[in-house]
């Protein structure tokens, strides 16, 4: 997790656990959505967080907007697994939020995660998945889903704003970089091995439906699907073995 420093990052540290929170935003090569998130986060949070944005193009972003919370850039190998570890391995914050560029803020989400991380007990946190209005009508067929899934089974996936304490993450070993999807999903799956509890944080976090319109609702949910099972039920006969 060797990330290098982009030019123009805010380069007063604090000492780690010192503030509230990180954000960890992980950027693909020539991302562009999270100008309104970090937009977002810029306006509403307070300065007891962080937002640390991890990108894999060669040249820096642009400025980031001034905000009361410290705003940093870092270059990073492509790879969200990759990035998000290098974002928490310089995050400051007791808590981690990892959120994906095309998020954005419901009224309530900044509220909920406060009280969330005024808890005193660790766990994983998620958020209720929303989708915005740039996909099929079907997409809330597919947030329904994920809802429903994340609170019977225990599935949250990166989407809905995974949320832990930085020294949980620390343990669990972060995001598995060796996989060529579904990190987040695995990281879940440690979890529940750990026992570390995976709860609700209350609140939506919408997420754009760009994938369903590009490649097809039918298409993109049997793929998801199929590719979830796959990984899952390996997942789930090691628990099952491990908790005999």
Not at 42 to 63: F, K, N, Q, S, T
Not at 89 to 97: D, K, S, V, Y
Not at 199 to 220: C, D, E, F, I
Request: aromatic share 8%; net charge positive; proline share 7%.
């Amino acid at each position: 997790m060797n990330a290098k420093p982009a030019s123009g990052i805010d380069q007063d540290m604090v000492a780690a656990g010192t503030l509230r929170l990180s954000v960890i935003v992980p950027l693909a090569p020539g991302e562009t959505a999270w100008r309104g998130l970090v937009g977002q986060l810029a306006e509403e949070l307070p300065d007891d967080c962080e937002v640390i944005v991890v990108h894999a193009d060669a040249p820096p972003l642009p400025p980031l907007p001034s905000t009361r919370a410290t705003l940093r850039q870092i270059s990073s190998p492509a790879g969200r697994a990759r990035q998000q570890n290098n974002g928490a391995e310089i995050a400051r914050g007791h808590w981690l939020w990892f959120v994906h560029a095309d998020s954005r803020l419901q009224p309530e989400t900044l509220t909920a995660l406060q009280r969330f991380t005024q808890r005193a007990d660790d766990a994983l946190g998620f958020f209720e998945l929303a989708f915005d209005r740039d996909g099929p009508r079907l997409a809330a067929l597919n947030a329904w889903g994920a809802n429903r899934r994340s609170h019977w089974l225990k599935m949250p996936f990166g989407d809905q704003g995974l949320l832990l304490p930085a020294h949980c993450f620390t343990a669990l070993g972060g995001f598995d970089e060796r996989v060529r999807y579904g990190e987040d999903h695995l990281l879940v799956w440690t979890a529940r091995r750990a026992g570390l509890p995976i709860v609700g944080v209350g609140a939506a976090l919408q997420t754009s439906a760009r994938k369903y319109a590009r490649h097809g609702w039918w298409r993109t949910t049997s793929r998801h699907l199929w590719l979830t099972l796959v990984q899952a039920w390996p997942q789930w006969r090691r628990l099952r073995r491990e908790r005999r």
